[in-house]
């Protein structure tokens, strides 16, 4: 599954050691809206990426692909909403302006005057 939302809160890192070898945990609060008009807040889990959650930033808005599981213990079930990537949403660039479809032209101020020629009578008709 994939959202985009906005970084609400960081919440601080737990770690420790497994049979594996070391681990670290940390908690994230995204708010997002599903194209409705009230916003949602999810908590997603980043296991072993702290170098993505040192990107984040409160207020920030990104795009996270997470894994969603469920699980069973003693008789209660427990969701969970683990990060496997986390792009950083670009802003939109601006729109270029549009060339105009003309040249722009100065303003016409007055009609141009013209000196007046000698009125002659030119007869220059063969016939």
Do not use: H
């Not at 930033?57 to 969970?80: K, L, M, P």
Request: charged content about 25%; overall charge negative; hydrophobic content about 40%.
């Amino acid at each position: 599954m994939e959202f985009e939302g906005t970084v609400y809160k960081i919440l601080p890192a737990a770690s420790g050691t497994s049979a594996r070898g070391p681990w670290q945990r940390q908690d994230v609060i995204f708010d997002y809206s599903d194209g409705g008009s009230f916003s949602r807040k999810m908590c997603v889990t980043f296991f072993n990426r702290a170098e993505d959650v040192a990107k984040l930033r409160e207020g920030s808005r990104y795009t996270v692909s997470v894994n969603i599981d469920a699980r069973e213990f003693n008789g209660r079930w427990f969701t969970d909403i683990r990060a496997w990537r986390l792009q950083p949403v670009e802003a939109a660039p601006a729109p270029a302006p549009e060339a105009p479809m003309m040249p722009e032209m100065p303003p016409i101020t007055a009609e141009p005057t013209y000196a007046a020629a000698p009125q002659q009578e030119v007869d220059d008709l063969p016939f």
